[in-house]
């Protein structure tokens, strides 16, 4: 399981500790990821994701997964979120057609 956000693609980054007197020490610097349940509006069940804690807020910030999802660039979501977001639209694509 690799150590990237599902939802934001931020990953592990490597840097310098720099002590007082200026010496260099290499080191990872990791992302706080989570594994939690978001409840998707549109598909009506729960769907879990192992995203950084700074992309759970920026969903509810959003308004839900769904919103989310469908703003994101696919450049950054993983396969799963992918998936998730064709069946997104696929579903609001017939609801809207429905309706019409």
């Known amino acids: 399981m690799s150590r990237r956000c599902e939802l934001t693609g931020k990953a592990v980054q490597s840097g310098n500790l720099v002590s007082h007197s200026n010496h260099k020490t290499r ?8 594994n939690v349940s978001l409840i998707s509006d549109s598909l009506k069940r729960s769907v879990r994701l192992r995203i950084a ?13 769904d919103a989310f ?28 057609t429905a309706q019409a």
Do not use: M
């Not at 990872?28 to 989570?34: E, M, Q």
């Not at 994101?72 to 993983?78: I, K, M, P, V, Y």
């Open 53 to 65: 804690a700074a992309a759970l807020r920026s969903v509810e910030h959003r308004g839900g997964l």
């Open 69 to 96: 999802l469908i703003k994101a660039r696919d450049t950054e979501l993983s396969i799963n979120a992918l998936k998730l977001k064709r069946e997104i639209a696929k579903k609001l694509q017939v609801v809207e």
């Open 27 to 34: 080191t990872r610097f990791l992302p706080n990821l989570v």
